[in-house]
């Protein structure tokens, strides 16, 4: 027996709920870096409201490339979480780089613009969720740059751009 399907939002973290890399001028690094943009706790706790799971996608090349400790780099999800009201069902995270040295951190199938967060995420939230599923009809991936895009059209999944996702924070309704 098919389980019930849920709606999925799928957020890329950087330039979408906190200021990422391109607003701040440097990798986020460390809890300090840290700045989630104006009423997006608000708008997660809205959709919350409306029944939707949130998951959160970044890259974190830092630990691939040794700028970041893997330590460091939960510590860093875990407070954006905190920051944003423990809105999150899940954080996805990939730590490669194709600049990394070492093999296995170079090449991966989860860096976006490539869709493996996503499944991953999917499968995760599946799980957590006692075996409800997350078919792509019913998700929105909201992100801040082309990769982003180019991922939610990869895994055929509706698209937002950040801006316009913000712009709802003074809207009644959610779409």
Not at 11 to 35: C, F
Not at 92 to 119: F, K, M, N, S, T
Not at 133 to 142: D, I, M
Request: hydrophobic residues 40%; aromatic residues 6%.
């Amino acid at each position: 027996m098919m389980k019930d399907a849920r709606k999925v939002l799928y957020l890329s973290l950087d330039g979408t709920v906190r200021k990422g890399p391109q607003e701040l001028g440097h990798p986020i690094l460390s809890i300090e870096d840290l700045e989630i943009l104006p009423g997006v706790p608000d708008l997660l706790a809205r959709y919350k409201e409306e029944g939707w799971l949130i998951a959160g996608l970044v890259n974190h090349g830092e630990v691939a490339l040794g700028m970041l400790t893997s330590d460091d780099m939960g510590e860093v999800e875990m407070h954006s979480h905190l920051l944003c009201g423990e809105t999150f069902d899940k954080i996805l995270i990939c730590q490669h780089h194709p600049d990394a040295e070492d093999p296995e951190y170079a090449r991966c199938w989860c860096r976006i613009p490539r869709i493996g967060l996503v499944v991953e995420g999917a499968v995760d939230l599946s799980i957590l969720n006692d075996g409800d599923h997350f078919p792509p009809h019913l998700a929105l991936f909201v992100g801040a740059t082309e990769e982003d895009r180019l991922c939610a059209e990869a895994a055929n999944i509706d698209f937002r751009w950040a801006r316009d996702w913000r712009a709802e924070i003074d809207q009644e309704g959610l779409s």
